[in-house]
């Protein structure tokens, strides 16, 4: 049994758990992800691990409570405990530029890139980090990122909160005025994503994709066409990083509606991507 050491509530469904344990804490990089095993009976976690303190053997997780297992994960407290842990799982990120690099999440990849912006931070990058959010109310670890960051932008999508519109819009505004940037790095929703690799093609910028963000398995190993993405069990939170050129973003797109239908169709309880949030009229 491994126990809860630390949770953060962000707001009323995004929360932190971290765990004590010095086999994970010590090897761990960016983009590596850990496999949580909440009881015996209960549903198995594949989460991205977001931060280590290697010194007190501790690691951490970032998730949304959306479904009746992430919901029960969510109601565990400090103190309390898990069945098992593995980990570190997957490949790390590539963290090998010392120029301008632009790295770019929405919503639940946030949790992901905190970490990577601090590596590229010691690698000795200047780092434009653009987080996108749907309200001022999901925002978090703002002041985190303030910390690292060269240059630091928030985008929402009801704007309520710093530029108001998506990640996408700030991208193609920095990529119009930073003609020196070496590597954009997204982690955000296929739609996004799609749209990000394509304004950095437009520019000749070295771009790669996570998919940290979207947090449900999608389709068969194939998906990708892409020989260094297959996977035994296919799921996009264990997926590699990849070059964002190698990605086939209509196929995903098209699974990825074909798999909410058919939730839909069958009456489950399932994630859906999220919808663009609707304006309040003026009063």
């Known amino acids: 049994m491994f126990s809860i050491t630390r949770k953060q509530s962000f707001n009323a469904d995004t929360f932190l758990l971290e765990f004590r344990l010095p086999q994970i804490a010590e090897r761990a990089m960016p983009g590596q992800y850990a496999d949580i095993h909440m009881n015996v009976d209960?549903?198995?976690?594949?989460?991205?691990?977001?931060?280590?303190?290697?010194?007190?053997?501790t690691f951490a997780?970032?998730?949304?409570?959306?479904?009746?297992?992430?919901?029960?994960?969510?109601?565990?407290?400090?103190?309390?405990?898990?069945?098992?842990?593995?980990?570190?799982?997957?490949?790390?990120?590539?963290?090998?530029?010392?120029?301008?690099?632009?790295?770019?999440?929405?919503?639940?990849?946030?949790?992901?890139?905190?970490?990577?912006?601090?590596?590229?931070?010691?690698?000795?990058?200047?780092?434009?980090?653009?987080?996108?959010?749907?309200?001022?109310?999901?925002?978090?670890w703002i002041d985190e990122f303030?910390?690292?960051?060269?240059?630091?932008?928030?985008?929402?999508?009801?704007?309520?909160?710093?530029?108001?519109?998506?990640?996408?819009?700030?991208?193609?505004?920095?990529?119009?005025?930073?003609?020196?940037?070496?590597?954009?790095?997204?982690?955000?929703?296929?739609?996004?994503?799609?749209?990000?690799?394509?304004?950095a093609s437009d520019f000749g910028i070295d771009a790669t994709v996570s998919f940290d963000a979207i947090r449900f398995a999608a389709g068969a190993p194939s998906i990708f066409d892409h020989a260094d993405g297959t996977q035994e069990a296919f799921a996009f939170s264990r997926a590699a990083e990849l070059d964002a050129e190698t990605v086939d973003f209509e196929k995903l797109l098209a699974r990825e509606r074909a798999l909410a239908k058919d939730a839909g169709d069958s009456g489950t309880t399932a994630y859906h991507p999220p919808t663009k949030p609707q304006r309040q009229p003026s009063p």
């Open 61 to 140: 997780v970032i998730e949304q409570a959306r479904d009746l297992p992430t919901e029960q994960l969510s109601l565990l407290g400090e103190g309390e405990d898990v069945f098992q842990i593995r980990g570190p799982l997957g490949s790390s990120s590539r963290i090998d530029a010392d120029g301008k690099v632009v790295l770019v999440a929405e919503d639940l990849g946030v949790a992901s890139l905190l970490w990577r912006a601090k590596a590229f931070k010691e690698h000795g990058a200047h780092v434009i980090v653009v987080l996108g959010f749907a309200s001022r109310d999901r925002i978090f």
């Open 146 to 199: 303030a910390a690292v960051a060269n240059e630091l932008y928030v985008a929402t999508e009801d704007g309520s909160f710093g530029v108001s519109g998506r990640v996408t819009g700030v991208l193609q505004a920095l990529c119009e005025t930073h003609k020196d940037i070496e590597r954009i790095c997204l982690i955000a929703s296929l739609k996004h994503m799609k749209r990000g690799a394509k304004i």
């Open 42 to 57: 209960g549903a198995t976690f594949t989460l991205p691990i977001v931060a280590v303190d290697r010194a007190a053997g």
